[in-house]
């Protein structure tokens, strides 16, 4: 046999191991991952065409929703509460079943729930270390922030926070992370390394998260019934000044600042309204809102946008579908229907 034919046929069992190993390693393709509060399940969404490829089951009523930092899980606050919202009479409401209460852990590529860890009463929001090996979760009912180690899946300390927690946010130098208090009109910074309170800032009416700029210390706060933004200081722990909100095609409620995300270029956070039905646009250097991309859906709440900034993606609660934005034009391309209650929303590479 000549020498040449030998080398391939012997290089053939090479290239085919390589192959198979180079397709076992091969990450799932990236999709836009939404929590249906109503439906106990994350629902996957393709982000190129807005098929809906996955729905799993993970427990009452998801919510708030985060990527592991290694892109293998994604992390979804869970609650065995039910549901309420400023106005409702809570006596009337079903008990509380506190067995339902934790963080699902879900397999990105099995595509399954792998474990539920404990979160404290209620969790409703939360973030994670830059380190990946904690999570801040919010506690709605109790007025604190469950510190959850990822590694052992236990609670670490809960620390007390202003009443009804919300958005928590860790500030991106991982020293100090943000909780919202929509009852105190507050947001409290808590030390990560002795998780001492360092102190309280004010905001407007009802705070629901916060989003940090690229400076790492200029924090963007939307207030729901303040109709604003509080612009904060996050190491000198500072309220700035405000940016009012508003709709160029105004609905009867009014602006409602909800959810925030940052741009991938860093210059712009977009911020949901709620039942404003809309997305308004903030430049950061400016400190000013600069459009308003109306006509999005039904209260739209969790928001992420797209790796190259084209595109933002809004779960909306009362409609029960997902929009895909274009940021250029402002139109909504696409409008996916999920049913039940979209809630948050998230990227996962």
């Known amino acids: ?7 391939v046929l012997a290089a053939a069992p090479v290239l085919l191991l390589a192959a198979v190993a180079c397709s076992r390693s091969k990450p799932a393709p990236a999709l836009l991952y939404v929590s249906d509060e109503a439906g106990g399940a994350v629902v996957g969404i393709d982000p190129a065409n807005g098929a809906i490829v996955t729905r799993i089951p993970v427990g009452k009523r998801p919510r708030g929703l985060h990527v592991s930092r290694d892109g293998k899980k994604l992390y979804v606050a869970l609650s065995g509460s039910p549901r309420g919202g400023p106005g ?3 006596s009337k409401l079903p008990p509380a079943d506190r067995s339902a209460d934790g963080i699902g852990v879900v397999d990105l590529v099995a595509r399954k729930l792998l474990n539920t860890f404990p979160s404290g009463q209620d969790p409703e929001a939360f973030d994670l270390s830059p380190d990946g090996q904690t999570l801040y979760v919010s ?3 109790t007025a604190e922030m469950s510190v959850l180690d990822v590694v052992s899946g236990t609670v670490r300390k809960r620390v007390p926070v202003g009443r009804e927690p919300e958005g928590v946010t860790v500030r991106p130098d991982g020293k100090v992370v943000f909780v919202t208090s929509e009852l105190d009109d507050e947001v409290t910074a808590i030390d990560t390394g002795s998780l001492a309170v360092l102190g309280q800032i004010h905001t407007g009416k009802r705070p629901r998260s916060v989003v940090f700029a690229r400076d790492g210390r200029t924090a963007f706060v939307p207030d729901e019934m303040g109709a604003r933004i509080t612009v904060i200081d996050g190491v000198a722990l500072q309220p700035l000044g405000d940016i009012d909100i508003h709709l160029d095609s ?9 959810g925030g995300a940052l741009s991938p270029d860093g210059k712009t956070v977009y911020v949901s309204t709620g039942r404003g039905g809309s997305i308004a646009v903030i430049d950061v250097a400016s400190r000013k809102q600069v459009r ?4 999005v859906g039904d209260r739209p709440w969790g928001i992420a946008v797209s790796p190259d900034g084209a595109r933002l993606y809004s779960a909306n609660g009362t409609s029960g579908d997902v929009s895909f934005v274009n940021l250029a034009t402002g139109n909504v391309d696409r409008r996916v229907a999920t049913g039940g209650l979209p809630w948050g929303a998230v990227l996962a590479p």
Do not use: K, Y
Not at 1 to 7: E, S
Not at 250 to 255: E, L, N, V, Y
Not at 292 to 295: F, I
């Open 88 to 90: 409702v009479d809570e």
């Open 250 to 258: 105004p609905m009867p409620s009014g602006p409602r600042p909800m």
């Open 292 to 295: 308003s991309l109306d006509g």
């Open 1 to 7: 046999m000549p020498l040449g034919r030998t080398l």
């Open 139 to 141: 506690n709605e009912e």
